[in-house]
């Protein structure tokens, strides 16, 4: 079936530094893939999205590429801020305009001042 | 606000007890979910509503859980005789379309004791 496995473990880092949070995936056909963020108190909202192959998505300095050699599907920013700390959700759906999401376990990021 | 409402945010009950949880969705999306997502996981789906139609079941929803959307607004999710396997967050998520974006509610915690 389809699913996505995200990277072990929380992310601890100092404001300013390069993000990175890995994220593959397997699927059949052609998934679209999602990053949610929850914010501590809030529910999870959709940060970016990219809905075929080569696609990159982007929001708030975030960016993504659908890759589908590797599927993958890595999350990244430049320069965090201590705003950034927050849960991340990699999730796919099976095929573009299907709402049923498979979310990975997410990840934990913390940025230090 | 009118974003996803789900009440109550947190119920604590003891195993064998029924309890049900209510999702208000936002007013012009027609589809509803719900997923549930215990500690350490990412959120795992449940059962989805386009309107009032139940249009498809995750084998995760034993016989014990039951969910309505009556008129196509408001939905509920009851679990009976609960366990204390069935600790966990429920969430209920929204949507409008078939873009994948979900618009979730902050949960409603469950606590068995």
């Known amino acids: 079936g389809n699913s996505v496995t995200q990277m072990e473990g929380p992310v601890t880092l100092s404001e300013e530094a390069f993000l990175t949070i890995n994220c593959t995936y397997t699927a059949t056909g052609y998934p679209s893939l999602f990053w949610y963020v929850q914010y501590p108190g809030e529910g999870l909202q959709l940060l970016l999205k990219?809905?075929?192959?080569?696609d990159k998505g982007s929001n708030k300095g975030f960016e993504a590429t659908y890759r589908k050699e590797t599927t993958s599907f890595h999350l990244e920013k430049g320069s965090v801020q201590v705003s950034d700390s927050a849960v991340y959700f990699c999730a796919l759906s099976a095929y573009y305009g299907n709402n049923r999401l498979a979310f990975g376990k997410g990840n934990q990021v913390v940025v230090i001042p | 606000d009118t974003g996803v409402s789900q009440d109550p945010r947190h119920k604590i009950t003891k195993r064998g007890q029924n309890v049900t949880f209510r999702c208000d969705p936002i007013s012009e999306h027609n589809r509803l979910y719900w997923y549930r997502q215990t500690l350490g996981q990412g959120p795992e789906f449940l059962t989805y509503?386009?309107?009032?139609?139940?249009?498809?079941k995750s084998r995760l929803l034993s016989d014990r859980f039951s969910a309505e959307r009556p008129k196509g607004s408001f939905s509920t999710l009851e679990i009976q005789r609960t366990e204390q396997g069935d600790s966990a967050m429920y969430l209920c998520a929204t949507a409008s379309g078939n873009t994948g974006e979900l618009f979730f509610g902050e949960g409603s915690r469950l606590t068995v004791l």
């Open positions: 990219a809905t075929k192959a080569d």
């Open positions: 509503f386009q309107n009032e139609a139940q249009l498809e």
